[in-house]
């Protein structure tokens, strides 16, 4: 089965990215803690990011995979490589406009998600929203860029070239730590390594799109530039583009949402960034890996009438998914202050960051299952070219996320906007099965209806001996970075091999599954 071994390509590179992001998390706290400056660069590197996640990885994949997948099986290479020549100058078009219209308008437009930053400054210094300001407008040129590795991914993606498109990512991470340890080596005022930070992220935008292009060539694989045209292709692209751009992208806008609630309260953006960031660990590498390689797979099987061998993919991805997730649920839902602590305790992140940044880590974990199963369930609806229903039900959830966030941020605290952000996936992910369900698109085989129930019983044994050894290993925490991450190593280790072994016992799992599936993908 190609799935799995696509998804296994996917998942250990993206590992590798989201492993370094870890350590360029730590080397942020570790020198920009929870501050006010911390706020301002998070705040400006989430514009961009927003937008590429919404607009080119969700609108453009969610739209251009199928469609250039059809040329493919329909027509052969040199109609799909026209396509995709027309969608690429359609995009720089549009994406460019974008960025112009935003750098121009960017000290009212960052109100979208900054609104809550402080505005008044000291005579002779800049204010959090000034410096934000400045940061978004050297980042912005970011989402141009990833605009076009989003295309060229794609298409390597769909032609099951999986391994220059899962790499690209890592180069970012590779050049903010590069930074960060120059910054290491000596003294700079706060301000200035946010600005440097900046420079660094549209500059690895440039190493991504490069490596992306070469990778192109080398695949033999030749798209025509040309002048932006509305081609009856193009017109599809757009029609399937719009409600994707919504629907591919609600974890995103949620998390946005609480972005913008949280600027009213200082340290609440850093506190919800590390916590996103360390749950964004497991959704990257499972839920963010599967829909890459799933909605290639369940296009092509569909596009040539392989109904059952799409039920199946979407079973095993169903199944994959669980697999994975629930255990990592269980561990950053039962010992979150641990984790925390271990990880980015140390410098300018002291134990109160800690204590507030594990409120929220909580209740994004009881999310996390609900965040992969989007991943997975979304490409069911975008392999059939139906992007409105999903972007029905999105909508839906981030009125949910909104109105729900705002109440529970002005009762319960700050990490209220977590538990909403959590409840609106939720939301969402029980409207699509119910979709999925009633058109005959979605049918639990036996399979799947037997493994779960194991699956979740070897979680939850090895949630509660993370839990008891989580409680234990908190106290023996020092700051030390050696002493607390062997800790980490051997509480986490120790949790993955419980949970490994009672999985095999309750039969959640079968090697030969593995092998039959790599046998079959070779």
Known sequence: MRLIKSTAIISSLTMVSRVLGLVRDILIANFLGASLINDALITATKLPNLFRRMFAEGAFNAAFIPLYARRLEEKGDKAANQFAGEALSALLFIVALIVIGFQLTMPWTLNIIGGGLEKIAEPGTRSVYDLAVLYARITMPYLLLMSLVALFSGVLNTRHYFVVAAFVPVLLNVVWISILFWASQTTIPLETLALYLSFGMTFSGL?????????????????????????????????????????????????????????????????????????????????????????????????????????????????????????????????????????????????????????????????????VLLKVLTPAFFARENTKTPMIFAAMSALINLALGAYLFFTVGFYG??????????????????????????????????????????????????????????????????????????????????????????????????????????
């Open 207 to 371: 190493l991504q799109l490069g490596l992306l292009i070469w990778g192109v060539r080398r695949a033999g694989i030749r798209i025509p530039f040309m002048r932006p045209r509305l081609t009856p292709g193009v017109k599809r692209l757009v029609v399937l583009g719009v409600p994707g751009m919504i629907s591919a992208g609600i974890t995103h806008i949620n998390i946005m949402v609480s972005h913008f609630i949280s600027t009213f309260q200082e340290g609440a953006p850093s506190w919800l960034y590390y916590s996103d960031r360390l749950y964004q660990l497991p959704l990257g590498i499972i839920g963010i890996a599967m829909g890459i390689a799933l909605l290639p797979a369940l296009s092509r099987r569909l596009r040539a009438g392989d109904d059952s061998g799409a039920m199946m993919s979407l079973n095993r991805a169903i199944e994959i998914a669980a697999y994975l997730t629930l255990p990592a649920t269980m561990a950053l839902a039962v010992m979150p202050e641990f984790l925390i602590g271990g990880l980015f305790e140390r410098g300018r992140f002291g134990p109160e960051d800690t204590a507030q940044t594990a409120k929220a880590l909580k209740m994004f974990a009881f999310g996390l299952p609900a965040f």
């Open 417 to 522: 906007l977590a538990l909403a952000t959590t409840i609106a996936g939720w939301s969402n992910v029980l409207c699509l099965i119910y979709i999925l369900l009633k058109q005959s698109h979605l049918v639990f085989d036996n399979r799947l209806k037997s493994r779960l129930p194991r699956i979740l019983a070897a979680s939850i044994i090895m949630g509660i001996a993370c839990w008891f050894l989580g409680a234990r290993a908190q106290s023996m925490l020092s700051g030390h970075i050696l002493n607390d991450y062997t800790l980490l190593l051997f509480v986490c280790g120790a949790g993955l091999s419980l949970y490994v072994v009672f999985a095999f016992l309750f039969r959640a799992f079968n090697i030969n599954d593995f092998k039959d599936a790599f046998r079959r993908a070779s």
